[in-house]
């Protein structure tokens, strides 16, 4: 059964560039969420996708983007990379949203210098 | 924002003593959750405590809920140097419909 994954595993961007992250949720589930960790602190939900549309949302700016595929993958957008983007960056799955219990993938580790 | 706070920061024990770690809310919760985080990577689930529960055992885990005061904690008993990680509490309420973490606590055991 597999776990949630994410691609890349790190990444090294600049200032002003744009990042496109990846998650492939639980088989079996249906939602995937996404969280931003900044070094030393916990993670800060950032928003949630199911059915392809944005069920949620953290308060992140509009910078931060997602996006949802039919087979429930989904990508996370940031465009205009500020220095204090870099962070770990976390997926979770569920089967349907707003669920207590989610599963976290490995996450991606983004420094913007 | 974050809405949990915990402590200590940091907490270094030897190998085989036990570990308290404690979490406060600020909020109305339908449950609180503990989870394990090794050098910066995913985050694995402990254990979940809710808001009508006073306190729960898993293994070596024991977590006790204080709604009144708005507090969990998080004991690990005979603790191993496979221990060593940080440990977020989440609260999950109704209202937010979502986990919100606390900062965490690194915890490291000495062999």
């Known amino acids: 059964d597999a776990g949630v994954t994410q691609s890349p595993t790190h990444l090294i961007k600049t200032r002003g560039q744009q990042v496109t992250l990846r998650c492939s949720p639980k088989s079996g589930h249906d939602t995937v969420s996404w969280y931003q960790q900044a070094l030393g602190q916990g993670p800060q939900f950032i928003f949630q996708y199911y059915e392809e549309e944005e069920r949620q949302r953290g308060n992140f700016p509009d910078r931060f983007s997602g996006h949802q595929f039919p087979n429930y993958s989904s990508e996370l957008n940031v465009n205009a990379l500020l220095l204090g983007d870099s962070a770990l960056y976390l997926c979770?799955?569920?089967?349907?949203?707003?669920?207590?219990?989610?599963?976290f993938g490995p996450g991606t580790r983004l420094l913007v210098l | 924002s974050q809405q949990g706070e915990e402590d200590p920061q940091a907490l270094s024990i030897q190998e085989g003593e036990n570990a308290t770690m404690n979490c406060s809310y600020k909020?109305?919760?339908?449950?609180l959750q503990w989870y394990r985080q090794n050098s910066g990577r995913g985050l694995v689930h402990l254990i979940l405590i809710r808001s009508n529960e006073r306190e729960k055992h898993s293994g070596r885990l024991r977590v006790t809920l204080d709604t009144s005061k708005k507090s969990s904690s998080l004991l690990i008993t005979a603790s191993r140097a496979a221990d060593t990680a940080s440990y977020f509490c989440?609260?999950?309420?109704?209202?937010?419909?979502?986990?919100?973490f606390g900062s965490g606590t690194q915890l490291t055991v000495l062999p």
């Open positions: 909020t109305s919760i339908n449950n």
């Open positions: 979770a799955s569920s089967f349907r949203p707003y669920q207590e219990t989610q599963y």
């Open positions: 989440a609260d999950f309420s109704g209202s937010a419909r979502q986990l919100t």
